[in-house]
């Protein structure tokens, strides 16, 4: 199985700051590469697909990049909506979510 | 409108098995170019995939739980049903069902339903 690892498991920032969050993959996975964003008690959401594509109505501070193992989700000038938790998935073989990352309000 | 909603027991005891049903709405399960797929999380923990379908045919287990899973749809009753055996504490959790789109490009989860948490206790 391909394993996802993401960090930092959590991070604490303020509004208008930038941030990245970083996903790694134990094996070449192209960008077959999804980023998710879950507020409590909700659902996720989609944010981007194949490591790039902004999907349709998720604000442009938002971006993504990576191919091959190493990816990332950028975040420019935090809003108060964006303190959420924030997952990663393949999808190049089955299907692996990374363990997510925290992101909280300094 | 593309809508899904997970349906099943709230409560299980353990050894029993539990049965989810995911009922569609706003796209055809027959679609070749879509799907279904489950994903549970544990409180506070991560997501973990568990299944997913593409069409009648087209069916893919997680490796950990392949033993004690079994997916399958209706496609005229717009439902995949997800059925997991011998169920355990360790089980507890929200279980979502969501739309797979671009299976023969990029698979993604798309649209979501709202989860459903089952407990496991005796």
């Known amino acids: 199985d391909i394993q996802m690892t993401q960090s930092p498991s959590s991070l604490s920032a303020s509004v208008g700051d930038r941030v990245t969050i970083t996903c790694r993959a134990s094996?070449?996975?192209?960008?077959?590469l999804n980023w998710y964003q879950q507020t409590p008690g909700r659902a996720p959401k989609l944010l981007i697909s194949?490591?790039?594509r902004l999907q349709s109505g998720v604000p442009s501070r938002f971006s993504g990049s990576g191919s091959g193992t190493d990816f990332t989700l950028t975040i420019n000038s935090l809003q108060p909506e964006d303190f959420a938790s924030y997952f990663c998935?393949?999808?190049?073989?089955?299907?692996?979510f990374g363990q997510g990352t925290r992101l909280e309000i300094k | 409108q593309v809508t899904l909603k997970e349906s099943g027991p709230v409560l299980v005891k353990p050894t029993e098995t539990l049965t989810l049903t995911c009922t569609v709405s706003?796209?055809?399960?027959?679609?070749?170019?879509?799907?279904v797929t489950w994903i549970r999380q544990p409180p506070g923990k991560a997501l973990e995939w568990l299944a997913h379908?593409?069409?009648?045919?087209?069916?893919s287990y997680s490796t950990s739980l392949r033993s004690r899973l079994t997916i399958s749809q209706d496609t005229s009753k717009s439902q995949v049903v997800l059925t997991m055996t011998n169920m355990d504490p360790l089980d507890t959790g929200t279980y979502y069902c969501?739309?797979?789109?671009?299976?023969?490009?990029?698979?993604?989860?798309?649209?979501w339903g709202p989860g459903t948490l089952v407990a496991v206790s005796s």
């Open positions: 094996q070449s996975i192209s960008t077959y």
């Open positions: 194949a490591a790039s």
């Open positions: 969501a739309r797979i789109f671009g299976v023969v490009t990029t698979p993604r989860f798309d649209y």
């Open positions: 998935q393949q999808s190049y073989t089955a299907v692996t």
């Open positions: 379908m593409y069409s009648i045919d087209e069916k």
């Open positions: 706003g796209f055809s399960l027959s679609n070749d170019r879509m799907g």
